[in-house]
T-cell receptor, first 112, second 112 residues
Framework: EPEVTQTPSHQVTQMGQEVILRCVPI?????FYWYRQILGQKVEFLVS????????KSEIFDDQFSVERPDGSNFTLKIRSTKLEDSAMYFC??????????FGPGTRLTVL | KQEVTQIPAALSVPEGENLVLNCSFT??????LQWFRQDPGKGLTSLLL?????REQTSGRLNASLDKSSGRSTLYIAASQPGDSATYLC???????????FGDGTTLTVKP
């Protein structure tokens, strides 16, 4: 069964460093999303992406964040200068026109 | 601003029992509602998607209902099994641009 994959599973970085989280959505999906979940808290929407542009973004998704679909298969989230409070599990999701979202296993980001 | 609440926060039942998980949302102008399962430290698994025009969806032992006018959804699990133990999340898709709002989840424990 097709699934969303994410790499790496765990990323440790120093405060102020740039990180890129990678996702491979399900192949025939057209809508892509990033969410995050801080330990013990709700899943929070960051950004949605369709037709090579951002459809919607939350107030969390400030200038430190960017997304890109560099080729036909990958979808990336870049955090330019990480802060301690960026430590969280980051989930990528994708959907087809039904908008049923399928999530990847997540990348645990730890900022020291 | 959409708010999603799930009650109860935790539920413990003996194996074989039928149970109901509740989800309420403040803004009834939704696009769809999706129920997920999350195992500890893992990603989200889609269980059921209900479009805003639908009243219920069924998959195996799971049945989800939606009452948009009252801002409520329920997830009914029949004949619960220990393998059903997990956190169940409901998420409301507010627009077709992709922003979903999640509840805090109900953590279910099914005792053998």
């Amino acid at each position: 069964e097709p699934e969303v994959t994410q790499t790496p599973s765990h990323q440790v970085t120093q405060m102020g460093q740039e990180v890129i989280l990678r996702c491979v959505p399900i192949s025939n999906h057209l809508y892509f999303y990033w969410y995050r979940q801080i330990l013990g808290q709700k899943v929070e929407f960051l950004v949605s992406f369709y037709n090579n542009e951002i459809s919607e973004k939350s107030e969390i998704f400030d200038d430190q964040f960017s997304v890109e679909r560099p080729d036909g298969s990958n979808f990336t989230l870049k955090i330019r200068s990480t802060k301690l409070e960026d430590s969280a599990m980051y989930f990528c999701a994708s959907s087809d026109t039904s908008l049923e979202q399928f999530f990847g296993p997540g990348t645990r980001l730890t900022v020291l | 601003k959409q708010e999603v609440t799930q009650i109860p926060a935790a539920l413990s039942v003996p194996e074989g029992e039928n149970l109901v998980l509740n989800c309420s949302f403040t803004d009834s102008a939704i696009y769809n509602l999706q129920w997920f399962r999350q195992d500890p430290g893992k990603g989200l698994t889609s269980l059921l998607l209900i479009q805003s025009s639908q009243r219920e969806q069924t998959s195996g032992r799971l049945n989800a209902s939606l009452d948009k006018s009252s801002g409520r959804s329920t997830l009914y699990i029949a004949a619960s099994q220990p393998g059903d133990s997990a956190t169940y999340l409901c998420a409301v898709l507010n627009t077709n641009a992709g922003k979903s709002t999640f509840g805090d989840g109900t953590t279910l424990t099914v005792k053998p």
